[in-house]
């Protein structure tokens, strides 16, 4: 029977291994599963900017040297209070605090003491709007008052524009689950290997007829089989919540999902290969989370960063995975379109695999 | 009998300091025999049981099992060899039945698993996790994954060490079963009641060097001249062991455990 012939080869039963403790133990399941769905959460809130505006306060210095339209719309949009400044000695101040147009200005630098009885505000004065304080709030607030310039210039249009695919949390989305699988590729992996080889396991192992090949494949198949449930778990989640929804085609979509959680598994393997201590192990797995985590663009849009960065992310396996993953589940691309990702993915695990190959230490004599 | 295991003038030295461990050992061990290899801590046992398990490789000397050597034939030896080390550890969370369905998945021509485990009485623990385990059950559950594979030749280093008396006795039933069977069994072991149980023949090795080889009779012959001491065998295992190397087996037993 097929059943029974899978059972009987050991990468399976080194697969099973790996796999049953996390739906044994109440704890190990919480924290492979439901933490890292709570820290996404969080991090998309965190992140996604896509929340509810509080009201916006805007100091007008000058009013009548400003554009007539854009400041009747700020005086029409409910969620704007107009806090207009009388006192000549202080409108003298902010004038002379803004006096070259193009200079910038620092949040808070001097304003705070000037504004100290108006509260969080922006400033529009007849050099421009500027927001006192560098937090995400006023970002959002300074879009807005922003965007009511730009409306008092246009005529408004009838008709509803689908954003779907193009919101930033749908670019976000895809970076932390990449995020997540950086996380339990690399760290997880690398823990449970050096486990292993500090229990014996290898040297009992070693005493069987046993592939070695088996025992890899046997670890990595066991977290891809466990990233499966942790992705349906993320997807059901940001769909239920934030609406979110792949436009791609689902079999190119779960293509590079298993090929660049192939890549992410085995760096897990090759970072616990020669480890003897978790503590190293933990050590060496930080030192490349944290870089994979701000270079890959998971945040941040690489094509912002200077030219010699992006020459050098791009290779970043994980770049290349979060690139062919937002393409496909963003834009609909196929696998042909994200080739290059694709390739340079599969280049990787052969890589990979070579490295593990000569670097692994089974605890051999030399 | 064939000789199963033949080791010459096997001598190991590890890079630190390049001090011999192994003197030099050189023995036979006959097809079906259960050879016991005793000695006081540090005297070199479990290093010539890695070397003979191909776990350590030898300085020098010849290592041969089944006429094989481990250099050029590791795989068709791993196939005819099981193992069962002092310490033996699995994820706690794993089923009796799982942990040697593991070890059955390594081998061509396993034995059944759940004939294994009824064997070894583990038939109502079948179900049940490693760490819910008593020691004896538990050392029962890694001796069935090591004959899984049905080897000709296995390797029990200390296998009772920590055990109850009722386990101890039988765990030892089971390996006498396996000698029955034809199989070739190696032991090391701090218990010498043990050892003249179970062992065909005994090498004493002290200090890298072999002090004493033989059947347990023939050594406390040697050992021990004075008829009314020796017959009918008033002389233990234990007395030899003391005499010949000078440490007392129940201190060494203490600073093991």
Request: charged content about 20%; some cysteine; aromatic content about 10%.
């Given at each position: ?12 039963q080194?697969?099973?291994?790996n ?15 439901g ?23 805007v ?7 400003i ?12 969620k ?7 006192d000549a000695a ?13 200079s ?10 000037i ?19 560098n937090?995400?709030?006023?970002a959002?607030?300074f879009?807005?008052?922003m ?21 930033y949390?749908d ?13 339990i ?27 070695r090949?088996?025992?890899?494949i046997g ?39 298993l ?23 933990t ?14 663009g ?16 791009q ?7 979060l690139?062919?993953?937002?393409l496909?589940a ?5 696998l ?18 070579v ?12 | 009998m064939?000789a ?12 630190k ?21 005793l ?6 046992k ?36 099981g ?5 033996n ?8 039945k ?5 070890f ?8 059944d698993?759940?004939e294994l ?8 623990k ?6 819910s ?7 029962r ?5 090591t ?25 030892w ?5 396996l000698?029955?069977?034809g ?14 149980y ?10 890298g ?20 001491i020796?017959?009918p ?25």
């Amino acid at each position: 029977m097929p059943s029974n012939v899978l059972t009987r080869k050991p990468f399976w039963q080194l697969m099973l291994l790996n796999i049953r403790p996390f739906f044994r133990e109440p704890a190990t399941l919480f924290w492979t599963f439901g933490f890292p769905i709570f820290m996404a959460l969080l991090l998309v809130q965190a992140f996604s900017g896509e929340k509810p505006m509080a009201e916006v306060n805007v100091v007008v210095i000058e009013q009548e040297k400003i554009d007539a339209d854009w400041y009747q719309a700020i005086e029409k949009d409910n969620k704007v209070s107009i806090l207009n400044i009388e006192d000549a000695a202080l409108i003298a101040r902010i004038n002379a605090h803004f006096a070259e147009p193009n200079s910038e200005v620092s949040p808070g630098e001097g304003l705070s003491s000037i504004l100290s009885n108006h509260g969080d505000v922006l400033i529009l004065t007849p050099s421009g709007l500027f927001s006192t304080r560098n937090s995400h709030e006023q970002a959002i607030a300074f879009s807005h008052v922003m965007a009511l310039q730009d409306q008092a210039r246009k005529p408004y249009l009838d008709g509803v524009i689908d954003l779907q695919g193009f919101r930033y949390i749908d670019w976000l989305i895809p970076g932390i689950i990449v995020l997540q699988i950086i996380g339990i590729g690399i760290t997880s992996i690398s823990n449970g290997l050096v486990s292993d080889r500090q229990q014996g396991f290898f040297k009992r192992l070693k005493l069987s007829p046993f592939s070695r090949l088996d025992y890899v494949i046997g670890i990595v198949f066991a977290r891809v089989f466990l990233l499966i449930f942790q992705l349906v778990a993320l997807f059901a989640t940001f769909y239920f919540l934030f609406g979110y929804q792949p436009l791609g085609n689902w079999l190119s979509i779960l293509t590079v999902l298993l090929l660049g959680s192939i890549v992410l598994c085995l760096i897990g393997v090759l970072v616990g290969a020669r480890s003897q201590k978790v503590e190293v192990a933990t050590g060496i797995s930080n030192l490349l989370y944290f870089p994979l985590m701000f270079l890959s663009g998971i945040y941040f849009d690489t094509s912002n960063f200077p030219q010699t960065i992006q020459n050098i992310v791009q290779w970043l396996p994980s770049t290349a995975f979060l690139d062919a993953f937002r393409l496909t589940a963003n834009q609909g691309a196929s696998l042909a379109d994200v080739s290059v990702q694709v390739q340079t993915l599969a280049g990787f695990t052969v890589v990979l695999l070579v490295m593990i190959y000569f670097l692994f230490d089974w605890g051999d004599e030399k | 009998m064939s000789a199963v295991i033949d080791v010459a003038d096997l001598k190991k030295s590890y890079n630190k300091n390049n001090t011999l461990v192994l003197k030099g050992l050189s023995f036979q061990v006959k097809k079906g025999q259960c050879f016991g290899l005793l000695g006081p801590n540090g005297a070199g046992k479990s290093t010539t049981l890695e070397i003979l398990q191909g776990l350590k490789k030898p300085t020098s000397g010849k290592v041969s099992l089944f006429g094989m050597d481990w250099k050029d034939n590791e795989k068709q030896i791993r196939m005819k060899i099981g193992g069962l080390l002092q310490s033996n550890n699995l994820y706690g969370r794993t089923k009796v039945k799982e942990a040697v369905r593991l070890f059955a998945s390594f081998y061509k021509d396993p034995m059944d698993v759940d004939e294994l485990i009824e064997r070894f009485g583990l038939t109502d623990k079948a179900n049940a996790w490693l760490d819910s385990l008593s020691g004896g059950q538990k050392q029962r559950v890694f001796l069935a994954m090591t004959i899984v594979g049905k080897p000709e030749l296995i390797f029990l280093d200390e296998p009772t060490t920590g055990l109850d008396p009722t386990s101890r006795q039988s765990f030892w039933e089971i390996i006498k079963s396996l000698k029955e069977e034809g199989m070739t069994v190696i032991l090391t072991t701090h218990y010498m009641d043990e050892a003249d149980y179970l062992c065909d023949e005994l090498l004493i090795i002290e200090q890298g060097k072999i002090i004493e080889s033989g059947t347990p009779d023939a050594i406390i012959h040697r050992t021990f001249t004075d008829p009314v001491i020796r017959e009918p065998r008033k002389a233990t295992l234990n007395d030899v062991f003391l005499k010949l190397t000078g440490h007392d087996i129940l201190k060494q037993e203490t600073s093991h455990a």
